[in-house]
C-alpha cells in the first residue's frame, strides 16, 4: 500500500523545458506550480594568469627535451645542468637518483623545483620527456628522499 502511494505521488510529477534565453531548463512541476531556474553563475571569458610553476614548464620541457636528445638516460648532473640552462639555481632543483642501491642504472630521472605552493617536476625516460605540475610537499620539497 506505501508503494502504491509513493508509484502515485511520483507519476504526478513531470519535467517541462522552459526557455531562458538560448538554453532549456527543466523545472518540476508539482500540485500545479513550477519551480523557477537558479540564476545563472557569470562566467569570466578572460583566461586566468598562469602560475610560476605553469609559466615555468614550458622553458623546462625544452632544457629535458635537448637533453634527451642527446642523452636518452641522463644522470643526476645532467638533470641539474639542464635545470640550471632552463634558468634555476642548482640549490633550488631537487634530482631523483640516477643509480639504485643495488648498483644499477634507473629507468627514469626526474627534477623538481618548488615554485611558491606547487612544483615544476620534469622526467626523462628513455629519451622521452614528461612534465608535472603538482603541489608541494608539506615540507616545502618536491620530494621525498631526493637529492638536492
Do not use: H
Request: aromatic residues 2%; proline residues 7%; glycine residues 8%.
Amino acid at each position: 500500500m506505501l508503494l502504491l502511494s509513493i508509484g502515485a505521488g511520483l507519476s504526478a510529477c513531470s519535467l517541462v523545458a522552459q526557455e531562458t534565453g538560448t538554453k532549456s531548463v527543466p523545472s518540476v512541476l508539482t500540485s500545479g506550480s513550477t519551480t523557477e531556474p537558479a540564476e545563472e553563475a557569470e562566467v569570466s571569458e578572460e583566461p586566468a594568469e598562469p602560475t610560476p610553476a605553469e609559466a615555468s614548464k614550458d622553458r623546462v620541457r625544452e632544457e629535458l627535451e635537448k637533453l634527451a636528445a642527446s642523452s636518452p638516460r641522463p644522470n643526476s648532473s645532467q638533470m641539474l645542468a639542464a635545470m640550471a640552462e632552463a634558468g634555476f639555481a642548482e640549490s633550488e632543483v631537487e634530482v631523483s637518483a640516477d643509480i639504485t642501491p643495488t648498483g644499477l642504472a634507473v629507468d627514469a630521472i626526474e627534477a623538481a623545483v618548488p615554485l611558491e605552493d606547487q612544483c615544476v617536476i620534469g622526467q626523462v625516460r628513455e629519451g622521452k620527456v614528461a612534465m608535472s605540475v603538482l603541489p608541494v610537499l608539506a615540507d616545502g620539497d618536491c620530494f621525498v628522499g631526493g637529492e638536492s
